[in-house]
């Protein structure tokens, strides 16, 4: 029985050394090793043998990268202003053996310097500097913590403020401020709005009396024309109605003349036609009174002798002369005035008036003007009256 009990202490005894013996490392983590109570080494990742009772594991430490995340800390800033900030840190253990020996808690260790290194930044800052210059505090936390723990065997990759929250108050202040911000934006907003339309509406009416000019202008062009047109028309009728009306005259004339010649009329004739002749000069209306001359008789008397010969009865009778009637007859300008009877427009004329119309025709931008102003110049432009010369630029007859 003895015997057993004695061999069950000896079977704990060899469990026991087996055990201590024998450690476990895991990866991503690094054992601190010490023998007889000094440092010996650092196991990672591996199985490792340890002499029982002589060596032993100090600490096991996680070599990943670990976020730590601090609670609000009070800080004051340069105008006097109370900020609570909440800090994230980013850390890294790069020698276990410095994190184990150099510090009681690194963790610790790194919340306080965060602390007083965030106090020592923000300090120097006002409110407005502090809320707008999250990027530069983090730098600074960064180079001033990453220098202080490298001898702690920590490596700090990143700094973030979390949050920044001002006083109760000064957040009211900050939300009134920002109201009026926004509604002093919402007032320029709304200006501007009113110039850009006030400025269209000008563009508009700008376009809209450039367009009445524009058909005012191609209005009176096209009257003028027709009525330069018009006119000429007019002159190249009456010229050719006068000539027209000599040539009648000459014919006539030329008849009459004839006739007498081959009439051969009597002193009592030409009496006769003369009297017949009087009362239509005295159908005026400004004669009064209207007087034969005593001498008439003998005023024919003389005309007869003058133009005539008497014949055999004693009666004097016109005879014409050789002169006279081999005088030269008017020469015949028929082909000089023939353009003259001519009722075709000038073709010169014909192709200004055209091209004015094509002119008036053309399209216009009317992007820029408002409808209810194109719609009287669109009235107005279909009351203009019709141009004097139709689209294939001839003009009507005079």
Do not use: C
Request: proline share 7%; charged share 25%.
């Amino acid at each position: 029985m003895a015997a057993l009990i004695v061999l069950a202490v000896i079977v704990l005894l060899v469990v026991i050394v087996v055990a201590k013996s024998v450690a476990l490392v895991p990866q991503a983590e690094a054992a601190v090793i010490e023998r007889l109570g000094r440092y010996a080494r650092t196991v990672s990742g591996q199985l490792t043998f340890l002499v029982p009772f002589v060596d032993r594991i100090r600490a096991k430490v996680d070599l990943r990268e670990r976020v730590v995340s601090f609670p609000p800390q009070p800080v004051i800033t340069q105008d006097n202003l109370t900020l609570n900030i909440d800090t994230v840190v980013y850390f890294q253990v790069t020698n276990p053996q410095a994190a184990v020996y150099e510090i009681n808690n690194y963790i610790v260790g790194v919340e306080q310097l965060t602390t007083t290194t965030l106090r020592n930044v923000v300090g120097g800052m006002t409110l407005e500097e502090t809320l707008t210059s999250r990027d530069s505090i983090n730098g600074q936390l960064r180079g001033v913590l990453d220098e202080a723990t490298g001898r702690w065997g920590l490596r700090v990759a990143r700094v973030e403020l979390k949050s920044i929250d001002p006083p109760p108050s000064i957040q009211e202040s900050m939300e009134k401020q920002m109201k009026a911000d926004r509604e002093k934006r919402a007032m320029i907003l709304t200006a501007e709005g009113h110039r850009e339309s006030a400025i269209k509406t000008a563009e508009g009416d700008k376009q809209s009396r450039i367009l009445a000019a524009e058909g005012a202008k191609q209005a009176s062009i096209l009257s003028a024309e027709g009525e330069r047109q018009s006119r000429i028309l007019r002159a190249q009728g009456e010229r050719a109605a006068k000539y027209l009306q000599a040539q009648g005259q000459a014919k006539a004339i030329e008849k009459v003349f004839a006739a007498i010649k081959a009439g051969k009329p009597t002193p009592e004739l030409l009496a006769y036609q003369y009297l017949q002749t009087l009362p239509q000069m005295a159908q005026g209306d400004a004669n009064k009174v209207w007087l034969v001359p005593s001498d008439f008789g003998d005023a024919l008397k003389g005309f007869a002798r003058t133009l005539g010969a008497p014949g055999e009865d004693g009666v004097f009778r016109y005879e014409p002369s050789q002169a006279q009637e081999d005088l030269p007859k008017p020469e015949d300008d028929s082909a000089e005035v023939a353009d003259w009877f001519e009722t075709k427009s000038d073709p010169t004329v014909a192709r200004a008036v055209a091209a004015a119309e094509a002119v008036a025709r053309q399209p216009v931008d009317t992007s820029l003007v408002p409808e209810h102003q194109l719609e009287p110049q669109r009235h107005e432009a279909s009351e203009l009256p019709a141009g004097p010369a139709d689209p294939g630029g001839q003009l009507p007859p005079a």
